[in-house]
Each structure stands twice: as structure tokens, then as C-alpha cells.
């Protein structure tokens, strides 16, 4: 399958401070990408949708001004948390999906936020 | 709107015997795909099989098997001779027919293997 890459892997910061999160297509354009939320032991919960070139698509409940999502190209999304605060501390999955009907999604890594 | 039911927050089974793990879903859309994903403790999400709605046959990959039952929005993972490598969390998951449509995901269900 294709691969996606996420940067950093795990990352502490301090309160108040702001923390960009990348995700990249390796070897296929991804139309869209979406970003997850998840608690531990806990299910996935999408954030946010983005298309290349075009504004993030947020659901219900997530603060589009403190989660800032950029599609840039059709390799690259960020994930910007903004003045980031310790319930904000969570693992952070990007997935991407190319064109076609039958496209499979493909989940990276993750990257584990601590906020102190 | 779209939801995704896992009833069996956790499941075990002997090494080399067969588990079940069972998954409901709703929705009023005809175009849709169903998927099975499993994340071991390193966390990355892995495919573990799919069915598009549109086919009634029952997909199946290596030791692992779905039993779609359309009509009851029923979706059951099967796993025959379990390993301990599939000890894991197992997310059914919808997706509307476009690739470029959220997935969905139910809570979970952890899988244990006993030796």
C-alpha cells in the first residue's frame, strides 16, 4: 500500500505555546486528507477534512481557530494546534485518500502530543 | 447520519482457535464501504479487510473473513487460527462510496490470544 508520513512522531511542549503536526503522501497525491483525535483506549475522532488548495472542512465541536489545517499541496497537510493547553495532549492520526472511487485511505504513525 | 456499533469492548481467544468480532452499522445510503482495521500497540492503523456494499460476496483475506448480512447492517470480522500477532484493537469502520468521504469508526473492540 501507499505510505504516509507524519511529523514529529511525539512531541512535549509547554502551555501556551503552538505545535505544528505534518503529514505527507510519500508516493501518491492525496485529494484529501483528514485529521483524527484519539484518547487512549479510545476510538478515532475526525477533526477536520481538508482538500488541497481549499479550506478544512471541521465537524462538530472542534475549534477551527485552534486546530489550524492547511492543505498546501497534494503531498503536505499541517495540523497547527495553537496555544496548545495540557487536554489538548492526545495522539494526533492523519490519513489520505487519492482520486478514484475505490481509493483506499492510508493512516500515518500518529504523533503523540504531550502538553506540560 | 452514519454510525458505527461494536458491542464487545474486549474479546479473547485461544491461540490457533477462531474469534468473532461483531459490528452494526446505520445508514440510509446504498453506495457504501464497510472495513475492518487494526491497531496494535505501535498505534498505526492497518487495513485488515474491506467490503464494498454493493457485493453481496463475502470478502475474505487470508485467515481473516467478514460475514456481510446487508439487510441487518450486520458486519462480523472472523479469525481463524488466531495468532499472537492479531492480539490488537479491532475498529469497524463505514465509509460512503467516495474516497474523498470521512471514515467512520466504532469503538473498538481489544483482542487478546492466549498461548
Known amino acids: 500500500g501507499a505510505v504516509v508520513s507524519q511529523h514529529p512522531s511525539w512531541v512535549i511542549c509547554k502551555s501556551g505555546t503552538s505545535v505544528k503536526i505534518e503529514c505527507r503522501s510519500l508516493?501518491?497525491?492525496?485529494?484529501?486528507m483528514f485529521w483524527y483525535r484519539q484518547f487512549p483506549k479510545q476510538s478515532l475522532m475526525l477533526m477536520a477534512t481538508s482538500n488541497e488548495g481549499s479550506k478544512a472542512t471541521y465537524e462538530q465541536g472542534v475549534e477551527k481557530d485552534k486546530f489550524l489545517i492547511n492543505h498546501a499541496s497534494l503531498t503536505l497537510s499541517t495540523l497547527t494546534v495553537t496555544s496548545a493547553h495540557p487536554e489538548d495532549s492526545s495522539f494526533y492520526i492523519c490519513s489520505a485518500g487519492g482520486s478514484g472511487r475505490a481509493f483506499e485511505q492510508f493512516f500515518g504513525p500518529g504523533t503523540r502530543l504531550t502538553v506540560l | 447520519a452514519q454510525t458505527v456499533t461494536q458491542s464487545q469492548p474486549e474479546m479473547s481467544v485461544q491461540e490457533a482457535e477462531t474469534v468473532t468480532l461483531s459490528c452494526t452499522y446505520d445508514?440510509?445510503?446504498?453506495?457504501?464501504?464497510l472495513f475492518w482495521y487494526k491497531q496494535p500497540p505501535s498505534r498505526q492503523m492497518i487495513l485488515v479487510i474491506r467490503q464494498e456494499a454493493y457485493k453481496q460476496q463475502n470478502a475474505t483475506e487470508n485467515r481473516f473473513s467478514v460475514n456481510f448480512q446487508k439487510a441487518a447492517k450486520s458486519f462480523s470480522l472472523k479469525i481463524s487460527d488466531s495468532q499472537l500477532g492479531d492480539a490488537a484493537m479491532y475498529f469497524c469502520a463505514y465509509r460512503r462510496g467516495s474516497s474523498a468521504s470521512k471514515i467512520i469508526f466504532g469503538s473498538g473492540t481489544r483482542l487478546s490470544i492466549r498461548p
Open positions: 508516493d501518491f497525491q492525496a485529494t484529501t
Open positions: 445508514t440510509s445510503e446504498s453506495d457504501y464501504y
